[in-house]
T-cell receptor
Framework: EPEVTQTPSHQVTQMGQEVILRCVPI?????FYWYRQILGQKVEFLVS????????KSEIFDDQFSVERPDGSNFTLKIRSTKLEDSAMYFC??????????????FGPGTRLTVL | AQKVTQAQTEISVVEKEDVTLDCVYE???????LFWYKQPPSGELVFLIR??????QNEISGRYSWNFQKSTSSFNFTITASQVVDSAVYFC??????????????FGAGTRLAVHP
């Protein structure tokens, strides 16, 4: 069964460093998302991406964050200069077969980011 | 604004008990979707069910059942004859059909279910 994959599973970085989190969405999906979950808290929407551009972003998704679909399979989240408060689990999700964007979002296993 | 409330922070039951997880939502959209996801201790988010706002039929899948009531804006989840493997955090989520929104999910705070042998 197709699934969303994410790498790495755990990333440890120093404050101020850049990190890139990688995701491979389900191959025939058209809509891509990033969410984050600070330890013990709810899952929060960061950004949605469709047709090679951001369709919506939350207030969390400031200028330090960017997303990219560099090729036909990968979807990346970059944090330019990490802060302590960026420590969280980051989930990638994909959805949406052609014809509608209301389909179920399937999540990857997450990348745990630890900023020291 | 859209909002999902899961008032039960933690529930603890003994195996074979039935348990209901509550979810109350707020939205101004006339068309919307409700979801339940399971987050086991390993951390991934596992999709359980999706319901659209026009379909108020209850659904049963094995030991799982869902009760959607538009009149009370609730979408409750019942596990019958709970098992230790059901121990997880369960999230209720809402997505709307707002223009440009591309259906971001709004999650509740989650309910941690502990099933003891």
């Amino acid at each position: 069964e197709p699934e969303v994959t994410q790498t790495p599973s755990h990333q440890v970085t120093q404050m101020g460093q850049e990190v890139i989190l990688r995701c491979v969405p389900i191959s025939n999906h058209l809509y891509f998302y990033w969410y984050r979950q600070i330890l013990g808290q709810k899952v929060e929407f960061l950004v949605s991406f469709y047709n090679n551009e951001i369709s919506e972003k939350s207030e969390i998704f400031d200028d330090q964050f960017s997303v990219e679909r560099p090729d036909g399979s990968n979807f990346t989240l970059k944090i330019r200069s990490t802060k302590l408060e960026d420590s969280a689990m980051y989930f990638c999700a994909s959805s949406g077969l052609a014809g509608g964007n209301t389909d179920t979002q399937y999540f990857g296993p997450g990348t745990r980011l630890t900023v020291l | 604004a859209q909002k999902v409330t899961q008032a039960q922070t933690e529930i603890s039951v003994v195996e074979k008990e039935d348990v209901t997880l509550d979810c109350v939502y707020e939205t101004r959209d006339t068309t919307y979707y409700l979801f339940w996801y399971k987050q086991p201790p390993s951390g991934e988010l596992v999709f359980l069910i999706r319901r659209n706002s026009f379909d108020e039929q209850n659904e049963i899948s094995g030991r799982y059942s869902w009760n959607f009531q538009k009149s009370t804006s609730s979408f409750n989840f019942t596990i019958t004859a709970s098992q230790v493997v059901d121990s997880a955090v369960y999230f209720c989520a809402l997505s709307g059909n707002s223009p440009g929104g591309y259906n971001k999910l709004i999650f509740g705070a989650g309910t941690r279910l502990a099933v003891h042998p």
